[in-house]
């Protein structure tokens, strides 16, 4: 329910049912059980901005479920603190929490893992202007996800991509993409957390302020015109090897 609660922005009944959950698990000694919501928990803190404090609860939760020896929730504690370790921008920390998660996720062959760890190691080389590596990340997740029929992972993967092509100094390919994240995402009604959004928002200014406004305004219709389907067509095309 909390899980629920903070997808639809409601973050004061997302903290509540957290807190009680948490509460829970220490009341019934269930470490494993608190570890991995700690874990949760201080991802979506670092979403909505606090992102030191999300950070510490991903390294403790981490640290518990190293302690377990369980496979499956330090899986879960590298995808979260992988995540906030990026959004910190300690990039080197990030890529090897989350090299740690893609290599646990293929010794149990869960393809789910392996392309969520993908998404956020492309991100992480496109920071590092490791762009071929980048796209190779990225291609590799996309193509699970659409496998997996999981519209909410395509459109952060494409996401991903349009953040790639604006660093590669190509804006038509950014706005298209992000035009068609921000569709599908409308028709799901999917809600970005503030960070999340903001970083979103910050890549369409970027892609936009490389491109006239006529031109920019071209892109953006052009890919709210695709289909889901076509935008992952355009993406793969346009970040071929």
Request: net charge negative.
């Amino acid at each position: 329910m909390a899980d629920r609660a903070f997808d639809c922005g409601d973050y004061v009944t997302a903290d509540a049912y957290s807190a009680e959950s948490l509460r829970l698990y220490l009341e019934i000694g269930d470490r494993w059980g608190y570890a991995v919501k700690l874990g949760h928990v201080g991802k979506q803190l670092a979403w909505r901005g606090q992102v030191e404090q999300g950070r510490i609860l991903c390294d403790q939760s981490l640290s518990i479920l190293r302690g377990f020896g369980d496979k499956w929730g330090i899986i879960v504690a590298l995808l979260n603190g992988g995540q906030v370790t990026h959004l910190q921008g300690r990039l080197t920390e990030a890529n090897a929490l989350l090299q740690e998660c893609l290599a646990l996720g293929r010794v149990l062959g869960d393809e789910y893992v392996i392309a969520r760890a993908q998404i956020y190691l492309g991100m992480v080389a496109t920071e590092q202007k490791e762009y071929h590596r980048a796209a190779e990340f990225l291609r590799n997740s996309l193509r699970i996800f659409v496998e997996l029929t999981n519209p909410e992972h395509i459109a952060n993967v494409l996401e991903a991509f349009a953040g790639l092509a604006v660093a590669q100094g190509q804006p038509q390919h950014s706005l298209c993409l992000a035009a068609a994240v921000a569709v599908q995402r409308n028709t799901e009604s999917m809600v970005l957390p503030v960070l999340l959004k903001t970083k979103f928002e910050e890549m369409v200014a970027a892609a936009r302020q490389q491109l006239s406004q006529d031109a920019a305004t071209t892109a953006w219709a052009t890919g709210e015109a695709m289909t889901l389907e076509e935008a992952v067509a355009y993406a793969l095309a346009s970040f071929c090897p």
